[in-house]
């Protein structure tokens, strides 16, 4: 492997910086030290963040992450030290100094409020105070909250914890979590981390649905989250951190083993079924564990260990209509039934290895599998969307078979009258698609890593971690359609527009038992191999200068990461012609001999909505891939869609990075500011596409750029427990990979003769964003959390979709092809500001009288405003969630302890069209979760979970009428119950 080099000039600064360094390394005075660790008392946890104060220096000091801290060249004498910790009492103790020696301290905190607590309820509150002190010393802006802090993690799917932090939505696919909004941005514009470095993603999409791959949306619900201790979520980024996102960074930090001080075992048995679907109900296995212990006579050695295996089922009922006219009727009734089957499975083992009080070394391996099979029955029903004139055509002739026309003699299928409360469909066709899919991902992230302290308070950290991940996907159908008209079908609203009811008003019945001598079929496969493999080192040195009641920072580092990508698409489809050749009815003998019905399963299948809807005939898909392999010449190439072969991409993407950065602290003042600068370099192979000319033209192309990412941070702590920050910052996002794969991709229009041409290249530059965030933060006893945040971005380079009509003669680009063709690509052109506000408050009531005193409650409400402009010249911004909210209640009572968390997401623009009434929109959605938990001894919980209590779901619907629903669904609420335990 090669590896590319930065510019002699970036090393410049780092190498003077810290040759700087050995200049006060060898002034230091011969003074006293003072060192040792915090802990807290209950658990034996070391504190991270705890504030170890040296009163008549003035001298400040944060303990690590084990716990540990170091006050150097304090003059000898005797000193008061205050120790203090969010949510612990502080603790005040005396010490000597004494000129050329250490001094040591081991420092016990624990609170009054943990004496009546068991040792399980200790351990979740000193997870989130650790959290809540991390958040309150850190930089920048940023939310740091404990995995344990809002109860159970549904599902196992981390994604369901992080929409109930502050600036954070969930974005859903399937009835799942699939990817997070940070501060409104869609998550094609955020970065996900685990412990710094980037997890490869071979799927590298949420939008399954939509067919796409290559966004850069990490797919969130594939991270299991019994491994992590705790997520950070960077809203400002700092010099040190990578500068990939426009929201922000969402980090998630493993668990050590030495963070705690005896051996610790969690595990978590149980059970879950989806409540809705009175007929398919049945339970799925769900298990986990984390064992955390220390080696060896001294402890130097840290072993993480831990397992989780997790199995859901759900259904999706969807009820589906096009409204996309002035007039607001639909041209479209459809229902579609899934039956998904999710697991997820994962373990990890993590060392960590302190060979001196001056070196630790690291090593880790995670290993995730995910699982995605469904099954569907998909009936929809299509009209042409022109209201039909009768006295062009006439009723009774319409019902006979004729086609329907409108007033100026076009095709249609609307009748007269409709509205948006009562359509109906004219001479209207119908398909019933029998299909299956699977996905299947396997990721894989190899870690290492060295910490080295030198005297004198520098730090040199040392990082670098490989991860290799598949992605596979197929999803096949078998398509049998009946488009010989004569069907009328009605779509009545008037009594519920998110649930109308369909009802057949002449023609041959399309009900269980309909004649499939009138149907064609087609196979259809849709498929994809993905391959994705980051690797990424890190090197980041830090030294400290302790200058009285003053103290600075330098830190200086430098990054690379290199992403190889690979996909392969390929989505054929085959004609079922029969034995005889032709498809349907053979107009020779008059005999369709095909045999649809044999795939007709002998009892109507499921109407969604738990049979609200009609029940019609199903087809067996897997008796039909069976007769397809044993009489492959039935079938019949469609076009080259099989000859074509797969549209093969190929992709390197080597991003190198440096920075420097220092940080001032004056009294109550913190400054802290520096520059980054990251080169890119991408090669790339694509495919030409045309299928009229179907040699495939392979070709390769490149490109480089440079940008700097300076930012300043400002932190003040006017009174003790008061935070004021404000920050500016940059940050880029870069173009996704389907957007930089070089290809052309010709289709055509049956109907004009004419076509669309999709035109990408790797020469977009990434979306570029300047960033203003200030935010006034309170921290007060009892884990108590007060913050009101205001932020804008500025984002140049937006990345937007351009539309052209391909002009006549030999250079219109294509030499001379495709005139009149519309030409899609992706542009630059394009500019957009977010600008918005968070408020997050956080509280155990501990004053309220028993009871009541052990209630806790969170809130949090994010606010966003978005406005932009594409090259076409719109303003909307799509999939920019522009609000959301959570609140949870919890309480414990006697071996009882109850919660109730609520999530509300605002809705926003899907899709975007020049037409506002092909413009699709979601709705806002409300849920509600339960939990109850039963203590057991001292060591285990009975514990059910009741998710989505309510089952509520995001609706669809176009222009800005609410009325105007064009697809609503429900995927059922799940219940969880079994057993945890602690030791």
Known sequence: MSFPCLPLGWFRAPFLAVSLCSVFLTSARADGHLAGNVRHAHTGQYLEGAEVTVVERARVALTARDGSFS????PAGRYTVRVTYTGLDAQTLSTEVTDGRTTTLAVALTADVY????????????????????QRHADGIKNVVAMDAFGNVADGNIGNFLQRLPGIAGIQEVGDVVGISVRGLPPESNSVSVDGTRSAAASSTIYQAAGTQGERAVPIDQLPSDFIKEVEVVKALTPDLPADSLGGTVNLVTKSALDVKDPQLHFRLGGNFNTYRREQREWKPAASFTYLTRIGREQRLGLALSGSYNDTVNGRDRVQMTRNQPVNFTSQARTLDDWNFRTRAATSVKFNYRVSETLELMAGVNYTYYSFKYTRNDWNITAVNRVADYSRVSRAQIEAGVQPRDATNQTAGIAPGASGEFTELLHATFADIGGAGARHSRTYKYDLGADLRWPGEQKLGLRASVSPSNFDTAFQ???ASRSLGGLGVAVDSTGDRYRPVYRQTYGPTIAFGTDLTAYTATRTLSANLNHDRITALKADYEKRFPWGPAAARFKAGLNFQRQYRTQAPYSPTWNYVGADGVAGRNAATGVNDDNLAQFALPKPGYGVMNNRYPQRTTLDYPAFMRFFLEHPTWFRESGTTVSQGPQYSELTEDVTAGYVMGTAQVG??????????????????????????PAVTRLSASADYRDYFPSLH????????????????????????????PATVVTYDQNTGLGTVQQTTPKLKP???????????????????????GFRKNISDFLARQTDVIGRGANNGFNGQYEGFNLNTTTNAGRATVKGYEVNFMRQLVELPKPFNTLAVNANYTRIRTQGTY???????????PKGANVGVSGRYGLLE???????????????????????????????????????????TVFADLVNAFNKWESWYTNRDKARVTMAEVYGTRLNVGVSGRY
């Open 477 to 479: 159908t078998l398509n």
């Open 767 to 789: 979306q570029y964003s300047r960033n203003y965030d200030v935010s006034a933060e309170y921290y007060g006893g009892s884990a108590a959390v007060v913050s009101v945040s």
């Open 714 to 741: 400002l932190r003040y702590e006017p009174v003790r427990h008061v935070v004021l920050r404000s920050s500016y910052s940059t940050s880029e996002s870069r173009a996704g990979f389907q957007d930089i794969y």
């Open 115 to 134: 004496a009546l607590d068991a040792v399980v309820v200790a351990g979740v509150r000193e997870g989130n105070a650790a959290s809540i002190t991390a």
């Open 898 to 940: 109850a919660r109730v968390s609520y999530n509300y997401k605002g809705g926003y623009l899907q899709s975007f069209a020049a037409n506002p009434d092909q413009r699709v929109r979601t709705s806002g959605v409300e849920t509600w979760d339960f939990n109850l938990q039963c203590r057991v001894g001292r060591r285990f």
């Open 668 to 693: 109550a003042l913190r400054v802290v500011g520096g520059v980054r600068a990251e080169q890119s370099q991408i090669d790339t192979t694509g495919q030409n596409r045309d299928p009229r000319n």
């Open 871 to 881: 090259a076409s010249g719109a303003d909307e911004l799509v999939r920019f969630v």
């Open 71 to 74: 006050l150097l060249a304090l």
